[in-house]
């Protein structure tokens, strides 16, 4: 099993920046690619952003290009997703997840997704 909590949501003007953490624990945290999806209300959830195990290669949603950047501390068994430019679309749940897979594989389907924590809501106002 592999817990995970995420941190750092908030409310936040347009053109600001946001950076989410999401702690993990239990199974050895640097053998799982990890992932940032979101659900703003009355949408299904969606892919942000993903970081594979192996390195620091990352893959995101075309949405948010080059204004989010994923990262992560095997160390502190914690990833990250720094947030610039926030726009009100980007208001919504964001949930941090754990996939075991491959060391080449940057999973982008929910699916691939073992591991899921509970949310943190992020509101960005215009």
């Known amino acids: 099993q592999v817990q995970l909590v995420e941190s750092g949501g908030g409310l936040v003007q347009a053109g600001g920046s946001l950076r989410l953490s999401c702690a993990a624990s239990?199974?050895?945290?640097?053998?799982?690619?990890m992932g940032w999806f979101r659900q703003a209300p009355g949408k299904e959830r969606e892919f942000v952003a993903t970081?594979?195990?192996?390195?620091?290669?990352?893959d995101y949603a075309d949405s948010v290009k080059g204004r989010f950047t994923i990262s992560r501390d095997n160390a502190k068994s914690t990833v990250y997703l720094q947030m610039n430019s926030l726009k009100p679309e980007d208001t919504a749940v964001y949930y941090c997840?754990?996939?075991?897979?491959?060391?080449?594989?940057?999973?982008?389907?929910?699916?691939?997704?073992?591991?899921w924590g509970q949310g943190t809501q992020v509101t960005v106002s215009s």
């Open positions: 997840a754990a996939a075991r897979t491959a060391a080449w594989v940057t999973p982008m389907r929910q699916y691939e997704y073992n591991y």
């Open positions: 239990g199974r050895t945290f640097s053998n799982y690619a």
């Open positions: 970081i594979r195990w192996s390195s620091g290669s990352a």
